[in-house]
């Protein structure tokens, strides 16, 4: 798809103060226009189609951003690694005096998102935008998203750590923990689903403030504890890489070595289109690896609770849960408590010869 207009471009770009660096738009990017770094996410403009493929599983809309530049001063992937910001739309003063005229300039930001060359082919080519999670289930609850983040009124909530506990055995290559975080008396609404942003403290090997890592909640919406404004979050920190190297991670080194009463500076939540739905006849399949289980772990938990209610008959409950071997799986013990009229649960692990 083609952007430019007379030698203009709408250049699609990445916001560096509200995205959380999850990748969704680098892993669903059909043409490999997205890219990053230790710090940003950015787009190169010469391989940018306009496809739109990134823009629905983007849970912040960080990716939804556009400026209209002459193709001859269009932002290099080089400079958007070096952004802390956005940098402002050319002003028509600026943009007359690179030569673009304000028709130009308009007809520009007229050109709309329309399908793609081979798209129009009889055999439609598979386009990744098209699938993407844009809706949510229909009998989904209204998430609250945004609340709290650096283009927000307040531009984050401290919590504070009520709960920091190891989920599996210590191995060498990996140490994963359960980290509950309390809101108290701020409100701070999430549902299955939904993850948060974590501020680690301190600065990068460039003195810039870290910008904040996403960890989705493995809490279901009235809290770990019910009845409790708070979350929890699964936290895996690598020890080694593959070569056997030494490794720490920024947030979750933070997160796994906190203590009790510590405070956490916290974004969010974000999501809005992979949440649980609420129908109670509703069939769940969910499949995950390793601390991927968060989302399916408040999922399940809040059917649990509704169930243990005896006022609710829920629909069928599906579990793939992938690692390499049994010891790698977070809340391994608790999963094979659960009844089996309740929850269908298959297990399956890479480096054993044989399956659970």
Same mark, same amino acid.
């Given at each position: 798809m083609d952007m430019a207009v007379s030698g203009v471009l709408r250049q699609h770009l990445i916001d560096?103060? %509200? $995205? %959380?660096?999850c990748n969704t738009c680098e892993a669903t990017c059909p043409v490999g226009a997205i890219t990053h770094d230790a710090r940003n996410y950015v787009v190169d403009a010469g391989k940018c189609n306009l496809c739109m493929a990134c823009? !629905? !599983? $983007?849970?912040? *809309?960080s990716i939804d951003n556009w400026r209209t530049v002459p193709i001859a001063r269009a932002y290099s992937v080089e400079e958007q690694f070096g952004w802390d910001a956005l940098p402002a739309e050319l002003s028509a003063q600026q943009l007359a005096d690179a030569g673009v005229s304000p028709a130009q300039a308009g007809e520009a930001e007229a050109v709309a998102p329309s399908p793609a060359p081979q798209a129009l082919a009889e055999e439609p080519a598979f386009r990744a935008g098209d699938w993407g999670a844009a809706i949510r289930p229909w009998s989904a609850a209204h998430p609250y998203v945004n609340l709290y983040g650096p283009k927000c009124a307040q531009p984050s909530i401290a919590a504070t750590v009520v709960g920091n506990v190891r989920v599996t055995?210590? *191995?060498?290559e990996y140490d994963t923990h359960h980290v509950v975080l309390d809101f108290g008396a701020m409100p701070f609404p999430v549902l299955e689903g939904q993850s948060i942003g974590i501020l680690p403290p301190g600065v990068d090997e460039d003195g810039r403030a870290h910008h904040p890592r996403q960890y989705s909640v493995a809490s279901p919406r009235n809290g770990e504890r019910p009845g409790y404004n708070n979350v929890s979050l699964t936290i895996k920190r690598v020890l080694e890489d593959h070569q056997g190297r030494p490794v720490r991670g920024v947030a979750s080194n933070y997160l796994c070595d906190l203590q009790v009463g510590d405070t956490v500076r916290v974004t969010g939540p974000f999501g809005a289109s992979f949440l649980m739905p609420n129908h109670p006849r509703s069939? %769940?399949?969910? %499949?995950?690896? *390793?601390? *991927?289980?968060a989302p399916m772990r408040a999922m399940t938990e809040?059917?649990?609770?509704?169930?243990k209610s005896g006022k609710f008959e829920g629909g069928k409950l599906l579990l793939f849960f992938g690692a390499r071997t049994p010891e790698e799986l !977070?809340?391994?013990g608790p999963l094979q408590n659960l009844p089996k009229d309740f929850i269908d649960i298959n297990f399956a692990f890479s480096r054993i010869a044989s399956c659970t």
């Open positions: 560096p103060e %509200i $995205c %959380i660096r823009v !629905p !599983p $983007c849970p912040t *809309g055995d210590v *191995g060498r069939n %769940i399949v969910m %499949i995950c690896t *390793g601390t *991927g289980s809040w059917r649990r609770r509704l169930r !977070p809340y391994f």
